[in-house]
């Protein structure tokens, strides 16, 4: 049987030959999980590259299976603007109804991240679905305020 996020970039592929994209199976280079990587140019409000990492998490790791999908916004922050970055991630979350925006002072990034429980009577083509419908909402949340967190990165 193919693999879902195998079958995404398949399919990513035939409509992009030229997009940037990488499945990495379980185990290799340590990977934990099986893992779809893709990058989108012209991301958000401003000409941004955003790196996407969408998985499965099973059952036997959280107690339930879902699927995540994570939107690296920014890639560098410095550390002088952490605390702000942080504020203004706090007001944006307020407004959310899923997901959340989140600082990693240790590497510097900022990301979106949502994710969705799956139940365990989903068929195959159910999971499929519902996959493509979290990549499609994170991406789209994460644009809508990856312009507001540029500028905070980026102000003087």
Do not use: W
């Not at 007001?91 to 139940?119: C, Q, R, W």
């Amino acid at each position: 049987m193919t693999n879902i996020l195998e079958e995404f970039k398949n399919e990513i592929l035939k409509a992009d030959e030229d997009a940037e994209v990488t499945f990495i199976k379980k185990g290799e280079n340590g990977a934990a999980r099986d893992v779809l990587l893709t990058v989108e140019h012209s991301f958000g409000s401003l000409a941004n590259t955003a790196e996407t990492e969408s998985f499965f998490v099973d059952k036997e790791e959280a107690g339930v299976e879902f699927f995540m999908s994570r939107i690296y916004v920014i890639r560098e922050v410095s550390s002088e603007k952490g605390a702000l970055i942080c504020l203004t991630e706090s007001l944006i979350n307020d407004k959310l109804v899923g997901g959340a925006f989140g600082y990693d002072a240790e590497s510097g990034t900022v990301s979106y991240t949502y994710s969705v429980p799956i139940a365990e009577t989903c068929t195959e083509e159910q999971k499929k679905m519902l996959a493509e419908s979290t990549m499609a909402t994170a991406l789209s949340e994460a644009q809508k305020y990856a312009g507001d967190l540029l500028l905070v990165a980026n102000a003087d």
